[in-house]
C-alpha cells in the first residue's frame, strides 16, 4: 500500500488481529478433535437493540456491525472471533470516552489537531481510492497471452523421485543409528546408488532403505508436484534440464547428494494459468492507475527549500559484482 496513515481504531484493530495465535495443525497421528464449547451460543440480537453504552451515547447492533464492517475493509481481514469482537468495542468505547473529554477541553480546536484530523481523512480516501482501482483494474486477454508468452517457464510443473545421502554439516538430521558421512563419503555412496539403479535396482526399495530424506524415502523417493522457484537452485537446474525417465548423476546441494528421476514434465496451457496470471499483472496494473491519477495533480517541490533531489542509493543487492 502506499498511504500508511489510518484512523486510530484502526491501528488498534490491526495489533488486535497480530495477537491472534496461529491455529496449530493437527498431527497426522492425532485426528483433530472439536474444541469443546465454553459458553453457550450467543442469543439473537435485533438490529435496533442497544449492544454498547459508552456515557450518553448508544449504539445499536446495526451501528456497531456497520463499525466492523468498515474496520474490515480498511484492514482486509475479518474480524477473527467473538473475543476479538468484544475487544474491538471495548477499544472503541475508550476512545469515545477519551475523545469526548478532549473536546471538553477543546483540543479538538487547536491548530495541530485541525491539521492531523485533515491528513487522516485525507489518507483515509487516499487508501480507499486505492482499494476502488484495485477492485476495477482487469487486464485483457491480450495482455494476459502477451505475460504468459513470455513467462511459460514459470508454469512449469514437475514430478520427480529422490534419493537423498547426506553429509556432515547438512541441515537434514542423521537417520537414527546411521553415520555422519564426510562429503567424499556421502558422493562414493551416491555413486553406488547410480550404479544399482542402472543395474535394475527398484527405486522405491533404495529410497525407503537408503534415502536420508525420510519424509519422501516411506514413499519411494516421490515429492509432490512442484513449479520453479521451489527447490533450491542445484537441484531446480537438475530437474528443468535433464530428460523424462533419465537418471541422473549425483547432484550436490546443501542438502547432500540427491540422485534424481524425472517422472513427468507438464506445463500448464493459458486457460490453466489465466488465474495465476492475472494475479501476477494486477499489482503493475494498479501500480500505473495510481500513477496516473497521482499525475493528473502534479506536486512541485521548492529546490529553495527543500534542497536538490539527491541520487538514491543503490542497494547492496542491486549493484553489479565488483571485479577483485
Avoid: C, W
Avoid at 474480524?79 to 468484544?86: G, V
Avoid at 543395474?199 to 520453479?228: C, V
Amino acid at each position: 500500500m502506499r498511504f500508511q496513515l489510518f484512523l486510530p481504531l484502526t491501528l488498534v484493530t490491526a495489533a488486535l488481529f497480530a495477537q491472534q495465535p496461529p491455529a496449530t495443525p493437527p498431527t497426522p497421528q492425532a485426528p483433530p478433535r472439536p474444541a469443546p464449547s465454553l459458553a453457550p451460543p450467543a442469543p439473537t440480537v435485533a438490529p435496533d437493540a442497544v449492544v454498547l453504552t459508552i456515557g450518553t451515547q448508544q449504539i445499536t447492533r446495526a451501528q456497531f456491525e456497520a463499525l466492523l464492517a468498515a474496520l474490515v475493509e480498511s484492514n482486509g481481514r475479518p474480524i477473527p472471533n467473538a473475543a476479538a469482537k468484544r475487544q474491538v468495542a471495548q477499544q472503541f468505547g475508550q476512545i469515545i470516552a477519551l475523545s469526548e473529554e478532549a473536546r471538553k477541553r477543546k483540543l479538538d480546536q487547536t491548530p495541530s489537531a485541525k491539521q492531523m484530523i485533515t491528513i487522516q481523512i485525507d489518507s483515509y480516501l487516499a487508501n480507499a481510492l486505492q482499494r476502488q482501482v484495485g477492485d476495477e483494474v482487469k487486464p485483457d486477454d491480450a495482455a494476459l497471452h502477451a505475460y504468459y508468452d513470455s513467462h511459460k517457464a514459470q508454469y512449469e510443473q514437475v514430478k520427480a523421485v529422490h534419493i537423498l545421502i547426506r553429509f556432515k554439516g547438512s541441515q537434514v538430521p542423521i537417520r537414527p543409528n546411521a553415520k555422519d558421512l564426510t562429503e567424499e563419503e556421502a558422493l562414493a555412496k551416491a555413486q553406488g546408488i547410480v550404479k544399482q539403479l542402472a543395474a535394475g535396482g527398484d527405486f522405491a526399495a533404495i529410497a525407503k532403505a537408503e534415502s536420508d530424506d525420510t519424509g519422501t524415502g516411506s514413499n519411494g523417493g516421490a515429492l509432490p508436484p512442484f513449479g520453479r522457484g521451489q527447490m533450491v537452485p542445484e537441484f531446480e537446474q537438475a530437474v528443468f534440464s535433464q530428460p523424462v525417465g533419465k537418471l541422473s548423476d549425483p547432484v550436490k546441494t546443501k542438502f547432500g547428494y540427491h540422485i534424481i528421476r524425472v517422472d513427468e514434465r507438464t506445463s500448464k496451457n493459458f486457460e490453466e494459468a489465466k488465474a495465476d496470471v492475472e494475479k501476477q499483472l494486477k499489482p503493475q496494473l494498479l501500480r500505473e492507475a495510481m500513477d496516473r491519477l497521482e499525475k493528473q495533480t502534479p506536486v512541485t517541490l521548492d529546490d529553495n527549500y527543500f534542497g536538490k533531489e539527491a541520487a538514491m542509493p543503490i542497494p547492496n543487492a542491486a549493484r553489479p559484482p565488483q571485479p577483485h
